[in-house]
């Protein structure tokens, strides 16, 4: 190969490589945040009466590590703006103490393969925790998803992505309907400065506000 091929080729790559890196360095992981579903009755909700329980955050065995910043973080949102806000770790105790939580768990694993909330069991966690409304919310972190790109052997570019998201659903007691639903997405690159636990942290966040802006 003519060597000022080549030397044009390293350049090239080379250009890509602190083009890409400097790029995951300014703008970081790139989070994607909406409303999946709205009710029609979801502005007819009273936002400064509004008494809301947050329900455990769902999650795989092994990661629970995340769940309470994710589940902080929609607290003290949720809080700034409604009247009556139960925690997650409150209202999981109350759960326990009424020997639903392990009932509880599995209310969204029957979401997904119907499509439809237990309505019996929703209304006895409600009434157990006495709150009008609750959120139930899932948390989920993929691993690593390896990309192999390049023409050449010795230029071949490995990039490396995860998803972290998570779906929260507002349920109202009071008639037994799902009022909101909403999903917020993290793709990250193996360049971002912040850790899964900032980034959980951030997702909580973003979907309060989106759950706040829908209400009002």
């Known amino acids: 190969m003519n060597k000022k091929i080549y030397r044009y080729q390293v350049i090239f790559f080379v250009m890509i490589g602190i083009a890409i890196f400097f790029t995951s ?3 970081g992981p790139k ?29 795989k065995e092994g990661l629970s590590v995340y769940k309470r910043p994710f589940a902080s973080a929609l ?16 209202s999981q105790t109350k759960l326990v103490d009424a020997g639903l939580f392990t009932a509880y768990k599995n209310v969204l694993e029957g979401y997904r393969v119907s499509g439809v909330f237990d309505r019996t069991l929703l209304l006895q966690i409600s009434n157990q925790i006495e709150c009008d409304y609750v959120l139930i919310s899932e948390l989920n972190i ?7 790109s390049g023409g050449y052997p010795d230029h071949v570019v490995e990039t490396h992505t995860k998803i972290i ?13 799902l009022l909101w639903e909403g999903n917020a997405t993290f793709r990250v690159g193996d360049q971002t400065f912040k850790t899964d636990i900032e980034l959980c942290e951030l997702l909580g966040n973003s979907l309060s506000k989106e759950l706040i802006n829908s209400l009002r």
Do not use: H
């Not at 945040?33 to 009273?46: D, F, G, R, W």
């Not at 607290?75 to 409150?90: F, M, P, R, T």
């Not at 929260?168 to 309907?177: E, G, I, P, Q, R």
């Open 25 to 27: 360095c300014s703008f």
């Open 31 to 59: 989070l994607d945040v909406q409303s999946t579903y709205k009710s029609p009755n979801l502005k007819e909700t009273n936002l400064e009466n509004m008494n809301l329980a947050i329900l455990p955050i769902i999650m």
């Open 75 to 90: 607290s003290k949102e949720l809080s700034n703006s409604l009247s009556v806000v139960l925690d997650a770790g409150n």
């Open 142 to 148: 993929s691993g690593w998803e390896v990309r192999v």
């Open 165 to 177: 998201s998570a779906n929260s659903y507002l349920w109202s007691a009071k008639d037994s309907t």
